[in-house]
């Protein structure tokens, strides 16, 4: 069983910075896949961004490419989404999600992922 819990989500203005991170438990997240979706009220949830197990491989959605980055600490057992030049369309919950099998990378479905911590508010005022 893997715990994830995200942290990080704030209000902040547009252009600002933020940096969301997920903190795993239970096990340790070194050969896991992981993930981060947002979701807005209304809203499916969409993949963000994702990285393999080695960090080797990473995905992002066309509209946070450049802006967004995804990292990992498999010592530390975090992941970390780091977010820059932030737009109001970018508010939404996200989400931290991880598995151990991608069929199809990068796994854009979060059906495709087992594990999901709570959700952390992201809010962006223009």
């Known amino acids: 069983q893997v715990q994830l819990v995200e942290s990080g989500g704030r209000l902040v203005q547009a252009g600002g910075s933020l940096r969301l991170s997920c903190a795993a438990s239970g096990r340790t997240i070194s050969t896991y896949a992981m993930a981060w979706f947002r979701q807005a009220p209304g809203k499916d949830r969409d993949l963000v961004a994702a990285?393999?197990?080695?960090?080797?491989?990473?995905y992002y959605a066309d509209s946070v490419k450049g802006r967004f980055t995804i990292s990992r600490n498999n010592a530390a057992n975090t992941v970390n989404l780091q977010m820059n030049s932030l737009k109001p369309e970018d508010t939404a919950v996200y989400y931290c999600a991880a598995d151990l099998t991608i069929s199809m990378w990068p796994g854009n479905l979060p059906r495709e992922y087992s594990y999901w911590g709570q959700g952390t508010q992201v809010t962006v005022s223009s």
């Open positions: 990285i393999s197990w080695s960090g080797g491989r990473t």
